[in-house]
Structures are given as structure tokens and as C-alpha cells.
């Protein structure tokens, strides 16, 4: 056989082999939180999480929360979202983090899954990093009555 062949059958089958112990890895719970970058430390048996700010008040009647920490590089793909790794049901009460809505389980068809409904699984479509910055276009919004300031 070609060694050209046979290395990439190799490498295949390494990076085939890498995929499976990954997801074992993640499926039994192997969820290594402490390489997260939002992870501040440890405590025994509990995982401290920083809010890097108090969570801002709602705008509107059923506004999506927003971030109150970085998601700098944090994946969030077809396959991956980094965001249930703490606020999933599996992991919350570890993490400590907000549980995701019991509507995220519900599909474009009103049908309730026992996983994040697909068209939920992108939170970044909805839910966004909070900040006091300026707004880089001026508007003229004002919160709902008894919502913001």
C-alpha cells in the first residue's frame, strides 16, 4: 500500500478515535468545568461562578436575560454549546448557574423534546453579553412601564 495512503488512514482513524473518547468523556460526566474561562476556582464539591456584574433590570415583558459574564471563546455550533455545560438541566445546581427555561425544550411544533428544542440551541440569537457601554447609535427607546430604571 502507498504510504500516503496509509497515513491518512492513520490519522483517520486518530482523530475518528479522539471524537468517540471526547464524547465519552462528556456523556459519563467528565465535563471538565476548570478549563472554562468563566470558572473563577473551587470550592469543596462547588464551583464558584463569577458574575462579573449584577444582572441589569428587563426592558420589556419577556426580554431574554441577558449574559451577566464573558463568552469569550466560548463554542456554540451544531454540535457544541458550550452554554449547557453550566446552565443545562444535567449541570446547573453544580455550576450554580440559572437552569434554562423549560420552553427551550419545546419545538417549532409545540411538540416538548427531552433535549434543547433545535431553533433554541443558538442562545446567542437571543440572549447577549450585558454592558453599560454607549451605544454606538443613538435611539430613543424607553423601557415599559414598571421594566428599567
Same mark, same amino acid.
Given at each position: 500500500?502507498?504510504?500516503?495512503?496509509?497515513?491518512?488512514?492513520?490519522?483517520?482513524?486518530?482523530?475518528?478515535?479522539?471524537?468517540?473518547?471526547?464524547?465519552?468523556?462528556?456523556?459519563?460526566?467528565?465535563?471538565?468545568?476548570?478549563?472554562?474561562?468563566?470558572?473563577?476556582?473551587?470550592?469543596?464539591?462547588?464551583?464558584?461562578?463569577?458574575?462579573?456584574?449584577?444582572?441589569?433590570?428587563?426592558?420589556?415583558?419577556?426580554?431574554?436575560?441577558?449574559?451577566?459574564?464573558?463568552?469569550?471563546?466560548?463554542?456554540? $455550533?451544531?454540535?457544541?454549546? #458550550?452554554?449547557?455545560? &453550566?446552565?443545562?438541566?444535567?449541570?446547573?445546581? %453544580?455550576?450554580? @448557574? *440559572?437552569? /434554562?427555561?423549560?420552553?427551550?425544550?419545546?419545538?417549532?411544533?409545540?411538540?416538548?423534546? $427531552?433535549?434543547?428544542?433545535? #431553533?433554541?440551541?443558538? &442562545?446567542?440569537?437571543?440572549?447577549?453579553?450585558? %454592558?453599560?457601554? @454607549? *451605544?454606538? /447609535?443613538?435611539?430613543?427607546?424607553?423601557?415599559?412601564?414598571?421594566?428599567?430604571?
Amino acid at each position: 500500500m502507498n504510504s500516503n495512503v496509509l497515513k491518512k488512514q492513520f490519522s483517520l482513524w486518530g482523530a475518528l478515535l479522539s471524537l468517540v473518547v471526547s464524547s465519552i468523556t462528556f456523556a459519563a460526566g467528565g465535563v471538565d468545568l476548570q478549563q472554562s474561562p468563566e470558572v473563577s476556582g473551587t470550592a469543596e464539591k462547588q464551583i464558584k461562578m463569577p458574575k462579573q456584574q449584577e444582572r441589569m433590570p428587563l426592558n420589556y415583558v419577556n426580554q431574554p436575560p441577558m449574559i451577566p459574564h464573558s463568552i469569550d471563546g466560548y463554542q456554540i $455550533t451544531k454540535n457544541t454549546n #458550550r452554554c449547557l455545560q &453550566c446552565h443545562g438541566v444535567e449541570h446547573y445546581r %453544580t455550576t450554580g @448557574a *440559572p437552569r /434554562i427555561s423549560p420552553t427551550h425544550f419545546i419545538d417549532s411544533n409545540g411538540k416538548l423534546l $427531552t433535549h434543547v428544542a433545535p #431553533r433554541r440551541h443558538f &442562545c446567542l440569537q437571543c440572549h447577549v453579553p450585558q %454592558t453599560d457601554a @454607549a *451605544p454606538i /447609535i443613538g435611539n430613543d427607546f424607553k423601557p415599559a412601564p414598571g421594566f428599567g430604571q
